[in-house]
């Protein structure tokens, strides 16, 4: 039941703050939606830190894991509105945009993800 509860609560903290960072920098006369690149690079710089740093630190409680990396990183980053937005473009023949698009989420995420790797190494 701790496990349920701690992805819930880590998950809708995630979501919130997707929703406020989209709010805040999402501009719907821009084509790309820098609001999920965004949210989609924080959430693999933590998902990123997170991995590294509980293989260092076994002794911790997995409950916390599951809150910060299911929970937290999955309410937080967003493959279906990034999914929907790259569509969103397909079809206005924004083809150029989609592109970047996809490039940069998939792209940005893997480098955040070995970012976070890297700084915990150096700790």
């Not at 992805?7 to 999920?36: C, D, K, M, Q, Y």
């Not at 894991?65 to 790259?86: D, H, I, K, N, P």
């Amino acid at each position: 039941m701790m496990n349920l509860i701690a992805v819930f609560i880590g998950g809708g903290l995630g979501s919130v703050l997707r929703w406020l960072i989209s709010l805040r920098l999402n501009n719907p006369s821009s084509p790309i939606a820098v609001g999920t690149l965004t949210a989609n690079c924080i959430g693999a710089f933590i998902i990123g830190l997170g991995l590294a740093y509980f293989n260092k630190a076994t002794h911790l409680n997995p409950v916390l894991r599951l809150m910060l990396m299911t929970g937290f990183c999955g309410g937080l980053t967003t493959f279906s509105t990034f999914s929907a937005e790259v569509i969103d473009l397909l079809q206005t023949g924004k083809t150029d945009w989609a592109l970047f698009t996809i490039l940069a989420n998939v792209i940005g995420s893997l480098l955040m993800t070995a970012l976070a790797f890297a700084v915990i190494s150096k700790l």
